[in-house]
């Protein structure tokens, strides 16, 4: 009996606009185990990352089983699929898998039941109850109702008119028992120059923070790939993107605390050699570990800037952490921490998330600034998402801290597939009992302005200035809003509009989300980009691109006004004309434009200080020493690399706002910044 078994992580890709852009690990790990455990049988497999391909070969061959991904940026997507193929083959297997379920046991059945396109739910790891799944389903002659007859571990399905929920044993152990992907071929297919690779080098996580899927006890135990098996991966990803997919220069490493294990140094080695032999990857997607900071930059050093400092806090609230059952690193070790990363030549980043339980907006922001004077250079502001799986999910929390919620639907995950529009769309905490919702408006204006006035060091130099004279950084921040606030010309609108958008992207139900975006009217909105996608990196990219000039404005006069406010400098020509100078510099330092030629191209302007020694000696208070007795041309150059990996970006994202808004992610930061050559 032959068996055609496709297995499915979706990404939406409507009209080459990728959701997600890693490659389909998960279903080539469930590949590879079914090929060797069903070897010699008449079983054939295929595996998919875009709906497109998998709508071709549907309507080629139906299958007799459909395994589907289930994550918050592809549910609706996979069920999708799963009615398609039970709508063309009634007696088809359809499976889905993956965290995205509630913990709640009859939240979970409510789950299945409002699916009957879905036979089976497998709880847990998958890799090897997929092979399971399809031998039992072979020898049940192809009957889904002879296979719900079955005992089936860490499964959820019907029989007949009730659901069993099977027992989820532990995790396995012995991680290299899953066939390498890579190593077998089963993803030479996907180094298509769009999608970049993603690995694990181990599976769980020792912390229990409410928030996350990995929180729970079933991920606990940490276990691990082998060093060889991860080398020889390693070494084939980077020639295989050499030979295919040049333009990529993305790793993601799937690990929850990479760099917090002492072999990470080593894996973060080999990395280097790829690097060195290929030059990629020019940027690793990686969260690092929560813990042993010492291990973590000896990652970091081994990858060439590739890599940051990624401490994740979430927030600095001691009532706030112990209701999410999290630990962080202590506030004054961060800051030591964050001297040596600095003195070392590395960057780091950090997380706060909006809405967890206990949170106020006076603490979310005191957080904030702690962060800023500590001296992360980046940190991303999300809002706490309601991920089925996790236990801030469950009903319970729910109703301790009073949790409202909202639907919005997810950045570029959408799509028309067979004639239906299909929307995957995430439930959000926009007010709790400690958090109205206009708190959480007022903190979401300082998101914005910590993304584009903070994130990646645009100012530094007026920051730094402003910061031998006595300003703290958040003081200076803060300065950065009342200005846009205060502004009548395009940063205001800037404000106003994200504002807006804020508000307007919240519906009270998913129908309502749906529904909205069903409108043809506001398709056409969703396809353009002009509504629906992630409004921070939205806004950052067109102040990134599009508005720099008028942002770089607001900040060199904003911040005049604090150090004249402050009486911290003196009114006169020599600071009018410094001022002037320093405010081109800025300006013509970070590549911004249109167009993708504009962008890139060189730009010139005349200074009267000689700005390359004042940065190079620290940005002193007194820059008088730096005038120039003859004012001199200055040219500002990306460099080779710099220009090749912003060109490569525009190939894979494109140079519209739509692509900017993952761009402006997916880049070093140091790629766009111009060096700057004064004149003799």
Not at 84 to 91: A, D, F, G, L, W
Not at 219 to 234: G, P, Q
Not at 447 to 461: A, G, K
Request: proline share 4%.
């Amino acid at each position: 009996m032959k068996t055609v078994v496709y297995l499915a992580d979706l990404r939406h890709n409507y009209r080459g606009v990728l959701a997600t852009d890693c490659m389909p690990l998960s279903v080539g790990y469930m590949k590879a185990v079914i090929g060797r455990d069903l070897a010699g049988e008449d079983v054939q497999t295929r595996i998919f990352a875009y709906p497109n391909k998998l709508q071709e070969a549907i309507d080629a061959q139906v299958p007799d089983v459909l395994m589907v991904s289930n994550y918050v940026w592809n549910e609706a997507l996979s069920l999708h699929f799963a009615r398609e193929v039970k709508r063309r083959n009634p007696r088809a297997l359809t499976v889905m898998g993956g965290p995205n379920i509630p913990v709640d046991d009859d939240r979970r059945i409510e789950f299945m039941e409002k699916r009957p396109e879905l036979d089976w739910y497998v709880l847990g790891e998958g890799d090897f109850l997929a092979s399971t799944l399809v031998s039992e389903f072979r020898n049940s002659a192809h009957s889904v109702a002879a296979l719900q007859d079955k005992d089936i571990p860490s499964s959820l399905y019907r029989r007949g008119d009730r659901f069993v929920q099977q027992a989820v044993p532990g995790r396995p152990h012995e991680l290299d028992e899953i066939p390498s992907p890579w190593l077998t071929g089963i993803m030479d297919e996907f180094f298509d120059g769009k999608l970049a690779p993603i690995i694990e080098t181990n599976r769980g996580c020792p912390f229990k923070c409410s928030f996350c899927v990995q929180g729970t006890e079933y991920y606990t135990k940490v276990n691990y790939f082998s060093m060889d098996r991860l080398r020889a991966e390693i070494a084939y990803i980077a020639r295989m993107i050499h030979e295919r997919s040049p333009q990529v220069g993305t790793l993601r490493i799937a690990d929850p605390n990479y760099g917090m294990f002492e072999r990470d140094i080593e894996i973060s080695a080999m990395i280097g050699e790829a690097q060195k032999q290929y030059g990629w990857p020019t940027f690793i997607d990686a969260t690092t570990g929560k813990n042993r900071p010492d291990r973590i930059i000896a990652s970091m050093e081994k990858v060439n800037g590739a890599l940051v400092l990624y401490q994740a806090v979430q927030s600095l609230d001691e009532e706030v952490l112990r209701n999410i059952s999290r630990s962080n690193i202590k506030l004054e070790a961060y800051e030591k921490l964050m001297v040596h990363v600095r003195g070392r030549g590395l960057r780091s980043t950090s997380d706060l998330i909006l809405g967890l339980p206990g949170e106020t907006l006076r603490s979310h922001l005191i957080g904030m600034h702690q962060l800023i004077d500590a001296g992360t250079d980046q940190a991303h502001c999300f809002q706490a998402m309601m991920l089925k799986g996790a236990d801030l999910e469950a009903q319970s929390t729910r109703e301790k801290y009073q949790f409202t919620t909202r639907f919005r639907i997810l950045p570029k995950n959408f799509g028309i597939y067979s004639g239906e529009k299909v929307f995957d769309i995430e439930e959000i905490i926009v007010a709790t009992d400690t958090l109205p919702f206009d708190d959480y408006v007022q903190a979401r204006k300082h998101h914005l302005t910590f993304s584009i006035f903070w994130n990646d060091s645009w100012f530094q130099d007026l920051v730094a200035f402003a910061g031998n004279l006595g300003i703290r950084r958040s003081e200076w921040l803060t300065a950065m809003l009342e200005a846009m606030e205060a502004d009548t010309g395009a940063a205001r609108a800037l404000l106003d509009e994200f504002v807006s958008e804020t508000v307007g992207e919240l519906f009270p139900t998913y129908e309502a989300c749906a529904e909205f975006y069903g409108r043809p009217e506001n398709f056409d909105k969703l396809l353009a980009g002009r509504i629906g996608d992630n409004l921070m990196y939205k806004y950052r990219a067109r102040a990134s691109f599009f508005d720099w000039k008028e942002v770089c404005r607001l900040a060199s006069a904003a911040t005049k006004r604090l150090l004249l406010s402050r009486q911290l400098v003196t009114e006169g020509p020599a600071f009018e004309s410094f001022w002037t100078d320093l405010h081109g510099w800025i300006e013509a330092r970070h590549a911004a434009g249109g167009t993708a030629a504009e962008i890139v191209k060189p730009v010139s302007l005349t200074l009267s200080h000689d700005l390359p020694a004042w940065v190079a000696d620290g940005r002193p208070a007194d820059f008088r020493p730096y005038a120039l007795a003859t004012a001199r041309a200055c040219h500002f150059q990306l460099s080779d690399e710099g220009a090749k990996e912003l060109s490569s970006a525009f190939q894979v994202w494109s140079s519209e706002l739509i692509g900017l808004s993952k761009l402006v992610t997916r880049i070093r930061v140091q790629s766009q910044v111009r060096t700057a050559m004064l004149a003799p």
